[in-house]
């Protein structure tokens, strides 16, 4: 029997209706132009957060594009974002739908890399803080934070086309990283040509840096197994200690957004493209603007590639003077490196036809299960590896991803915990020496730039990821692989 959940009154329109356990449908409306219906995949909990910020009013919106197919989704890590809700994933007809930077963010290919080592945590603990003030002096953060390469803009325009692969021909890691990154860290048809002047300004200081926000470095123990196979594959043992990447192109791809946003905008009337937010504002996908913003946007993911390799190299490097062991030693392989903000065309079935669409993923990662090409060799028998960091404080989640995945998400899952209150509530709320406390009382050792860096990323302005992973595991959309617990955080 269908159920339907009470909204507050400021929102009398939003009526999802419960159709699963852990969905929920929005029909489409013509009256608010819904093309297609929505779906939400949440707990009770989960949805009823959602209702309270404009997290499904933007869903509906998205709803709302021209070309867009089959439903839209929301993800059980879901929030308010830039006219797509953050945790959201829309897929558009490749030949007669739209292009959205709104639907990548202005983040493109925020992303997440996970780093194995063969040390345990006792091994750790003793030299925790060392560690910790080696890796933090090591890696640039913060807000406008440079890297340590200088480049000229002929080596800019390699990075943009040649991703994870400048950095390893230029030193930093090798090709055994590039086989288990999306893409294999280096998307093809990036056009540097397509760059403004003021995004190379931007990009050129920043390349090596892990920015602010909720960017982070995090040294992690394997707390927990829940698939033996898949964490054998992966190198995961119950004990040993990881660590997890979360950054993404930062300056650059901010300002790839911000110039394509005002082409897209300035293009809508041309293509008498109307939408019910203007911040939903997209172009033909097969147009000249949609063709400029897909390859300067698949820039902007090679800059990210590049960009989380050259701290991986620098993880390594502080690892080996602080245990005084050679990489190798120490097994710090990758396992795996994906992103949670990019559009990319990709064919699923859409009323039992294949078709190829454009999808959006903004705040959402990759789901695809086993025997997918796009699925790195070493992983393709078990299925993608999905990574979902919590907030510093909780737990992150290796996941894997299920069939399930292709016909709920369009092959996605959770990127996250999702906020749950804004920088500014969490400012006003809580102070530098609480959110440090609470961490300590937990055994986790933290250095941050600044005191907003701390405060602004509390836990408790997060959703609890163990209930997000749980909907994804429980939908059958990515599985349980290993729970990771951090003991060391680093934050500009």
Same mark, same amino acid.
């Given at each position: 029997m269908s159920q339907r959940v009470i909204l507050p009154l400021s929102m009398p329109s939003i009526t999802p209706k419960k159709i699963a356990e852990n969905q929920y449908e929005i029909e489409a409306d013509s009256n608010l132009g819904m093309k297609v219906p929505v779906r939400i995949y949440a707990n009770d909990a =989960?949805?009823?957060?959602?209702?309270?910020? *404009?997290?499904? +009013?933007?869903?509906? $919106?998205?709803?709302?594009?021209?070309?867009?197919?089959? /439903?839209?989704? @929301?993800?059980?890590?879901? /929030?308010?974002?830039?006219?797509?809700?953050?945790?959201?994933v829309a897929a558009m007809d490749a030949k007669e739908? +739209?292009?959205?930077?709104?639907g990548v963010g202005y983040d493109i290919n925020c992303g997440v890399r996970l780093l194995r080592s063969n040390l345990t945590e006792d091994m750790v603990r003793s030299k925790l803080k060392e560690l910790v003030t080696d890796l933090f002096s090591s890696i640039p953060s913060g807000v406008g934070s440079k890297g340590s390469v200088k480049l000229n803009h002929s080596q =800019?325009?390699? @990075?943009?086309? *040649?991703? @994870?692969?400048?950095?390893?021909?230029?030193?930093y890691g090798s090709s055994h990283d590039a086989e288990v990154c999306e893409e294999n860290g280096q998307i093809d048809n990036a056009d540097p040509n397509k760059i403004s002047d003021k995004a190379r300004k931007r990009g050129l200081p920043q390349l090596g840096s892990l920015g602010s926000g909720n960017h982070f470095l995090e040294v992690q123990k394997v707390s927990e197994i829940h698939d033996e196979e898949a964490a054998e594959k992966m190198g995961i043992t119950k004990g040993t200690i990881t660590v997890l990447l979360h950054c993404g192109s930062r300056g650059f791809g901010h300002q790839v957004c911000s110039d394509y946003l005002r082409v897209a905008e300035q293009a809508m009337e041309k293509y008498n493209i109307h939408l019910n937010d203007r911040e939903l504002a997209c172009v033909p996908n097969t147009s000249e603007e949609g063709e400029s913003y897909r390859t300067a946007m698949f820039a902007a993911l090679n800059y990210a590639w590049s960009n989380r390799q050259m701290l991986t190299h620098w993880t390594r490097k502080s690892f080996e003077r602080v245990f005084n062991q050679s990489e190798s030693d120490l097994d710090m392989n990758l396992v795996y490196d994906v992103a949670h903000n990019i559009a990319k065309v990709e064919k699923h079935k859409v009323n039992g036809e294949e078709r190829k669409l454009v999808v959006h993923r903004k705040g959402a990662t990759r789901a695809f299960p086993a025997n997918k090409e796009e699925v790195p060799l070493k992983y393709r028998h078990l299925g993608q590896p999905v990574l979902v960091p919590g907030s510093m404080g909780t737990?992150?989640?290796? =996941?894997?991803?299920?069939?399930?995945? +292709? $016909?709920?998400?369009?092959?996605?899952?959770? /990127?996250g915990a999702g906020r749950t209150m804004s920088r500014s509530k969490a400012r006003r709320n809580y102070t530098e020496d609480d959110v440090k406390k609470s961490l300590n009382d937990k055994g986790i050792f933290i250095k941050a730039l600044t005191r907003d860096g701390v405060v602004e990323e509390t836990p408790h302005a997060y959703k609890d990821v163990d209930a997000v992973v749980n909907v994804s595991h429980e939908l059958g959309i990515a599985t349980k692989v290993a729970k990771l617990v951090p003991i060391g955080v680093i934050k500009g």
């Open positions: =989960l949805l009823q957060k959602m209702l309270t910020d *404009r997290t499904i +009013m933007q869903a509906k $919106n998205v709803a709302s594009i021209p070309g867009i197919v089959s /439903h839209g989704v @929301v993800l059980p890590d879901g /929030h308010e974002g830039y006219g797509f809700p953050v945790g959201g739908g +739209m292009i959205s930077p709104g =800019l325009d390699e @990075v943009l086309t *040649r991703g @994870v692969n400048w950095a390893i021909d230029n030193g737990a992150s989640w290796i =996941l894997l991803g299920q069939p399930n995945s +292709m $016909n709920l998400s369009f092959g996605s899952t959770a /990127h």
